[in-house]
């Protein structure tokens, strides 16, 4: 059997309960998904936030592997829905920045992350950062995603090559 299209595996599952059972115990919307979409199987965990169920949750019943297979089954086949139906670019999810953990230059912004140049209208296009006293302290940058549901699977970072005549090494 060969479902390649994802409303093929639901209209499966619809059949019957045994069909039912078929369709989520041999994981076809998740077989689906990643031939569809193969970036996708590094996903290494599901948690259904509305349910909270928790992560790494021990399957020790054959009732709670059923409960894990058909949850599996459920956000695979709603992943691929909101993947096909979505209007948004694939390659550009970002809508906007909102805010970073901290800018040391004013007028040098998060922003700038945005801009794949160097230079933005004539001006160094760079985000910097005030710091922390402690190294293992996070930096943080805020966008605001175009679409509700966004897979990253890659983010390029492009460090700002400056002359050392315009820092202080003090």
Known sequence: MRLNDPADVVRAGSVS???LQFVVTNGLSKQLCLRMFPQLSRISHIRELDLGIAEGKDVKSSNSSWETLKRDHNVYASLLQ??????????????????ASSTDDYPVSVWNTLVPTDRNQ????????????????PETLIYKL????????????????????MFDFD
């Open 122 to 137: 004539n001006q160094p296009s760079y985000w910097s950062s005030i710091g922390d006293s402690d190294p293992n302290a």
């Open 17 to 19: 309960h045994l069909w």
């Open 82 to 99: 909101a993947i096909e139906t979505s209007s948004s670019c694939p390659s550009d999810c970002i809508d906007y920045e909102v805010s």
């Open 146 to 165: 175009k679409a509700d549901l966004c897979v990253i699977t890659e983010i390029n970072i492009q460090p700002l090559e400056g002359r050392a005549k």
